[in-house]
């Protein structure tokens, strides 16, 4: 296709056209982009080079801020920028750096149109390619333009250098052998005067040293220098980044650097300043004293700052000093707790974050209630962080702060009741976690258990099935804790399960079989003969086959290899009967009897499971007492064997499974096991697969029989079920009560849901935040132990995978391209630098009676090292040679090997072509051992 005609080209809209033909499409504006990239794709094609940047300078704008693609442009992009004007170079690098990646097929075309420009005499063009080579920058472009670059790091134009010290970082990070080359140059740049290009190369090392500090400790004395002499609050904030990544490193130098820190902090007004001074103290010298007062201080000024942006600094730096220094966040607890009110959403996560920090095995009920009192006035996102917070540092380190599990499971059970609670699936884990690990906890966990399923407005949060899962779980597995195991069985089958998800509902089923397999070998342990297959195993110890229990409270049930527990006479509120007996059976049959057609696989089989279990043991049970004849004996005895052996199968106590359990158990020997089963077909060649006739996917119910559809009959059935519904949730509200909502005067019982928990039944909480502060203040009064009345329960380990492994530190790899050119040009040869102990060692003969007290910073900053032998006649040495470079390499350089380096400089020409060959020869630097700057000894 030609490109466009000249009448084209001078009618062409321009960008201003573009963008305001935008703003008047009040509909359609889909349709008028495509027009326009229609004509953009016309308009590139041009041989003109203005038509052509305009449709590239629209298209950009299209990219940039409708994300439209702009990848066909590449090659005319270079099109452009192969012209001579100002203009249309700005408008090609633009494009450049928003289109062009690493896989763009015209990339490698633009090294020489960058390398061109980087030569240039006019700054403008200049920085402009320096700008997009720090956007582009790949492998191939660092390494062939790192030559222009280091040229540029010494250019005499201050807006070209800063530039170039800019685009370094980009050019390390891609070709790390550029560091050979350049990194000297960057170094030099430490001591210009100029605070624009200052501020480029303090923020260039800044992000080097966040990856590997420990490689730039050698060049602490400039930036100590820096630290001292700058007035440029920006410039001071970078060097304070560097010196908190190098100060944990170095002791010496964390003494060092303390006290210009502390007279910044004594002396600045300037906040973001005065922020960075308090964050490397609270992080990096935490073991100065005085520093992390001055500090605490400082950061009480932010607290009790109006602006909300101060207080949530000073919040943030109280967190990290609290990890060390606890009593910063006690010496303002006041204003701590006062932000749990305050309407920044940030400043109230942050006050609670300080607020769990005091958390420990004293005030933990203390501070939990309050904070619960919080939540219940909350909005529904901190509400849930408060939650979660709670059960986040209650639950670290095995519950290592619980005293009480008592009082622990009751407070799950009490914030599962919060109207806003979303955090129902952390506590359904805690609550089944910590029933398997504490024993002792168990009769309150199964009361707290009962009382979530008695709840009904629990039913109808479907962030809490979690729980009632849980709860149900808890009450079939520890069924023998109960007080009232006849009620459990009606909580689980209670009319409005149908609400619950069918997985949860499996559940209900399984847990509503364990009680009452329970409560059934309660009651035929009960007779006044207990049946000839009774084990005594299952009896207390010196009861003999032949005992009677006259009531249900005498009787205990051993529960695995857990002890007997005998039940209180005044614990069951109602004893184990016959009549109680026949009446559960009758309400399983009537619970579950629908769901023998269920289309969920999992309920249908556990109602299968529950309700042929009765069918076994219901005529037993009814004619026990009618007759004691041989026929009616022989089916008592039949029955209780059957309750026994279910009774036997649920009292096995199961723990969790080990994650590691598979890789525990030894291979046989022989067995040869292959990751791809490549043999897999040979050894199963001869199995035929199943055809498809013989899978059927149709529901069995489906046949009709005499006439009537299972269509007709399930919704037959499903009026009767709306019906008996109906009058088994009556009953239900007349014994649970409690429970329930008043409907109005007239007491209507219907079947809708009842609402969410109202705040107003959860008790009467005061809104006045001063009496939370009060009382959140006593709360964190440091108390004396207490003496509790019985000893912590013991916390089982389920596995040794329980204890997190301790993450082992990677050894530091001399692969690292980066790292490992940083330290050879200022190390040499080894890679790490001696520790402070092990320099010490070294040099404390050494310096034994001529250690000399350095009191002039500038003096200090200015010697870069002290290597093996006499330091003093070394510098004699240097300063013979003449002129002493700024700076200076911490290895010391031969006399013969400077002079050899100094003639090969001079037989260099100064051409263009031997500049970039001397750039791209690495620095050859001679090993030597490395050394601690005499700045930090």
């Avoid at 006019?122 to 040229?151: G, H, K, M, W, Y």
């Avoid at 980009?170 to 100029?194: A, G, T, W």
């Avoid at 009680?515 to 195993?537: E, Q, W, Y």
Wanted: glycine fraction near 4%.
């Amino acid at each position: 296709m030609s490109g466009p005609s000249l009448m084209d080209s001078l009618f062409q809209r321009s960008l201003e056209d573009l963008i305001k033909g935008l703003r008047q499409q009040l509909i359609g504006e889909q349709a008028f982009i495509s027009k326009s990239l229609e004509e953009i794709r016309k308009e590139i094609k041009s041989t003109d080079l203005s038509t052509k940047s305009t449709a590239l300078l629209k298209l950009s704008y299209l990219s940039n801020l409708h994300f439209h693609d702009m990848s066909f442009a590449a090659f005319p992009a270079l099109e452009v920028l192969s012209s001579p004007r100002f203009s249309h170079k700005k408008i090609a690098y633009q494009a450049i750096s928003l289109s062009f990646h690493d896989s763009t097929p015209v990339l490698l075309l633009i090294t020489n149109h960058l390398r061109k420009d980087l030569n240039s005499t006019n700054e403008f063009e200049v920085s402009l390619s320096l700008q997009c080579l720090s956007r582009i920058a790949n492998v191939d472009l660092a390494r062939d333009l790192t030559p222009e670059v280091f040229t540029l790091l010494s250019s005499n134009k201050l807006y070209v250098r800063k530039r170039a010290v800019a685009v370094v970082l980009r050019v390390f990070e891609k070709y790390p052998d550029s560091v050979r080359v350049c990194f000297k140059r960057l170094v030099e740049n430490l001591e210009n005067s100029d605070p624009q290009i200052l501020s480029a190369v303090v923020g260039v090392f800044a992000e080097l040293a966040c990856k590997d500090p420990r490689s730039y400790l050698p060049l602490a004395p400039e930036f100590y220098k820096i630290l001292v002499d700058s007035k440029n609050n920006w410039v001071s904030i970078k060097v304070l980044k560097i010196f908190s990544k190098l100060a944990p490193l170095e002791p010496r130098l964390a003494k060092r650097v303390v006290e210009p820190i502390c007279d910044l902090m004594r002396n600045t007004g300037a906040k973001s300043l005065l922020f960075e001074c308090i964050r490397t103290v609270v992080t990096s010298l935490c073991e100065n004293e005085s520093a992390v007062r001055l500090a605490v201080g400082k950061v009480r000024e932010f607290l009790v700052d109006e602006d909300p942006n101060l207080k949530y600094l000073g919040l943030q730096a109280l967190r990290i000093v609290a990890e060390k220094h606890l009593w910063a966040v006690s010496e303002n607890k006041e204003v701590v707790i006062k932000s749990l009110s305050n309407a920044d959403p940030n400043i109230k996560i942050e006050s609670l974050r300080l607020v769990m920090a005091m958390v420990s095995e004293h005030n933990v009920s203390e501070i939990s209630r309050v904070l619960v009192n919080y939540a219940l006035k909350s909005d529904p996102v901190f509400c849930n962080e408060i939650l979660g917070s709670i059960l986040s540092t209650c639950s670290r380190n095995l519950y290592e702060i619980i005293v009480d599990f008592d009082w622990y499971v009751s407070l799950l059970g009490e914030m599962s009741r919060i109207p806003h609670c979303q955090m129902g699936d952390e506590i359904e884990n805690q609550l089944i976690d910590v029933g398997l690990r504490v024993k002792d906890v168990r009769p309150e966990l199964v009361r707290v258990a009962r009382d979530l399923l008695i709840d009904p407005a629990l039913l109808g949060n479907s962030f809490l099935h979690g729980v009632l899962s849980a709860a149900a779980w808890a009450s079939g597995e520890y069924v023998e804790f109960s007080r009232n195991p006849l009620e459990l069985v009606e909580a689980l089958l209670q009319p409005r399960t149908n609400l619950l998800p069918p997985s949860i509902r499996a559940i209900y089923i399984q847990s509503a079989f364990k009680v009452l397999v329970f409560c059934l070998h309660t009651c035929f342990m009960r007779g006044k003969n207990i049946a000839p297959s009774a084990s005594l195993d299952n009896m207390p110890a010196g009861v003999s086959a032949s005992a009677s229990y006259e009531s249900f409270e005498d009787f205990s049930v051993e529960n695995g290899a857990d002890a007997a527990v005998v039940h209180d006479q005044t614990c069951a509120s109602a004893p184990i009967t016959k009549e109680s007996i026949v009446n559960i059976l009758n309400l399983v049959e009537l619970a579950l009897g629908p769901l023998l057609g269920s289309h969920d696989v999992e309920v249908q089989e556990r109602a299968r499971n529950l309700l042929g279990f009765v069918d076994l043991t219901k005529p037993g049970i009814l004619n026990s007492s009618i007759q004691e004849k041989e026929d009616s004996e022989g089916k008592g005895v039949e029955t209780s064997k059957i309750i026994k052996l279910m009774h036997d199968a649920f009292s096995k106590e199961l723990g969790p499974v080990s994650s590691s359990a598979q890789g525990k158990v030894s291979l046989p020997d022989g067995l040869v096991l292959k990751e791809n089963l490549g043999d897999l077909e040979m050894i199963c060649g001869d199995i035929e697969p199943p055809s498809s006739n013989s899978f059927s996917f149709g529901s069995p119910y489906e046949e009709e029989k005499d006439g009537l559809s299972f269509s007709n009959l399930q919704i037959k059935e499903a009026n009767e079920q709306s019906n008996e519904s109906t009058s088994l949730l009556a009953e239900h509200r007349k014994r649970h009560g409690l429970y329930y909502l008043p409907s109005g005067k007239s007491e209507i019982i219907s079947n809708d849901y009842p609402p969410a928990n109202d705040p107003t039944l959860q008790g009467d909480i005061n809104d006045n935040t001063d009496d939370l502060v009060k009382l959140t203040a006593e709360s964190l009064v440091p108390k004396r132990k207490p003496n509790h009345g019985k000893p912590r329960p013991v916390v089982v380990k389920l596995d040794e995978v329980d204890e997190k492994p301790v993450a082992r530190k990677q050894p530091e790899s001399r692969d690292d391209s980066l790292s490992g050119a940083v330290r050879d040009i200022l190390f040499g040869s080894e890679d790490i630098p001696p520790t402070s102990s092990q320099s010490n060692l070294s040099n404390s003969s050494k310096r034994k009676g001529k250690e000399k007290l350095h009191t002039d910073p500038h003096m200090e900053s200015k010697e870069s090292a002290v290597g093996d032998g006499n330091s003093s006649s070394r510098r004699r040495k240097d300063r013979s040679q003449g002129k002493e470079r700024r700076h200076r390499s911490p290895r010391k350089k031969d006399d013969k090997e400077r002079k050899d380096t100094g003639q090969k400089e001079k037989k260099k020409g100064s051409g263009r072509h031997k500049s970039r060959q001397r750039a791209e020869e690495p620095l050859k630097v001679p090993a030597q051992t490395p050394v601690i700057p005499d700045f930090l000894l």
